[in-house]
């Protein structure tokens, strides 16, 4: 069984100030990870993933997020917010395994408040 | 090139009616998605399917819903006898196939209010 905690349920910050959003994950199996936004009233898009390889992981939007086996987290960054990047920002894993399944389990999401 | 389409965007049933919710998946994807999201909490799976196949239901409850693929046209979740528990946004995700790298492309959703 997997899980996903996002320790932060709401995030208010400065516009152009920098900022980060927690997850952490649980799996008995090795995982990909995955941040996806989603703005009011819309479906999700995909930020970043991490698969393999390096550890820091670029995205679009100007994010990146790092992933540390250690600690099982999978936290998200960017240097300086802009208003538009308010939305909902989701943690998710899936199995990387030959279990073949690829449902990917979320965490409840934080709310990020870029204020003026 | 068009993404995940879902319809109808809103759904408003009275308890007991059913609920018939439709996904196309995105041009050349074979593969699709559900998932369920209540308010204020985040995605929850509850099926996969490829054409014509049931691959994983883990997350599917017991009574009242199912949800197919055909050869031919959207998939459809289906809900029968809604309760109000049942009103959330349902949100569909299609991917090209079972490669074992596999991003997931999701729609706007149907946002189900049950009276």
């Known amino acids: 069984a997997q899980s996903v905690t996002q320790l932060d349920s709401q995030v208010p910050v400065f516009e152009e100030a920098p900022v980060e959003l927690r997850c952490n994950y649980s799996?008995?199996?090795?995982?990909?990870l995955f941040w996806y936004v989603q703005y009011p009233n819309q479906g999700l898009q995909l930020l970043l993933k991490y698969l393999s390889g390096s550890t820091l992981v670029k995205g679009i939007n100007g994010f990146e997020a790092e992933f540390n086996k250690s600690q099982t987290s999978f936290h998200l960054r960017k240097p300086s917010v802009h208003i538009s990047d308010t939305a909902e920002y989701f943690c998710a894993v899936s199995d990387s395994g030959l279990s073949g399944r690829r449902a990917l389990t979320f965490g409840s999401g934080t709310r990020l408040q870029v204020q003026p | 090139n068009a993404g995940v389409m879902q319809n109808p965007r809103h759904l408003v049933r009275r308890r007991g009616q059913e609920a018939r919710l439709r996904c196309s998946p995105m041009?050349?994807?074979?593969?699709v998605y559900w998932y369920r999201q209540l308010p204020e909490e985040g995605l929850k799976f509850m099926v996969y399917l490829q054409k014509e196949n049931i691959i994983d239901e883990s997350g599917m409850p017991k009574e009242r819903f199912s949800a197919e693929f055909p050869k031919e046209g959207p998939s459809i979740l289906r809900i029968q006898q809604v309760v109000r528990g049942d009103s959330a946004a349902y949100f569909c995700?299609?991917?090209?196939?079972?490669?074992?790298?596999?991003?997931?492309?999701f729609g706007p959703g149907t946002r189900l209010t049950v009276l």
């Open positions: 995700a299609s991917s090209p196939g079972p490669q074992t790298v596999n991003e997931q492309f």
């Open positions: 799996s008995s199996v090795s995982v990909y």
């Open positions: 041009k050349g994807h074979s593969h």
